[in-house]
């Protein structure tokens, strides 16, 4: 069993910068591959970004990629999600999830361990 617990979330201005992080505890940390969803209201959850195990490959979605990072330390069992040049539409609840199988990938099924989320709000 794996638990993951976000952190970092938070009110900012359009503009600004946010650092999520993801701390998980359990079995074996760095093989997991560990993604980034978000949810807005209404809205289906979208994936933003993947790491595997090893911390070399990374995945990021179209609507984010060279404003958000994603990066690991697995001395730390942390994953973190650095969000830069935040806008209104990247407001959302967002959900960390590690896969047992390792891959990478955006399908949210593919995922076995979700955690309970952290809100992020954009002002603009």
């Known amino acids: 069993q794996v638990q993951l617990v976000e952190s970092g979330g938070g009110l900012v201005q359009a503009g600004d910068s946010l650092r999520l992080s993801c701390a998980a505890s359990g079995r074996t940390f760095g093989s997991l591959t560990v993604g980034w969803f978000r949810q807005a209201p209404g809205e289906e959850r979208e994936f933003v970004a993947a790491v595997r195990g090893s911390g070399i490959s990374t995945q990021h979605a179209d609507s984010v990629k060279g404003r958000f990072t994603i990066s690991r330390d697995n001395a730390k069992n942390t994953v973190y999600l650095q969000m830069n040049s935040l806008k209104a539409e990247d407001t959302a609840v967002y959900y960390c999830?590690?896969?047992?199988?390792?891959?990478?990938?955006?399908?949210?099924?593919?995922?076995?361990?979700w955690g309970q989320g952290a809100q992020v709000t954009v002002s603009s």
């Open positions: 999830a590690a896969d047992r199988a390792g891959i990478i990938t955006g399908n949210p099924r593919a995922y076995d361990y």
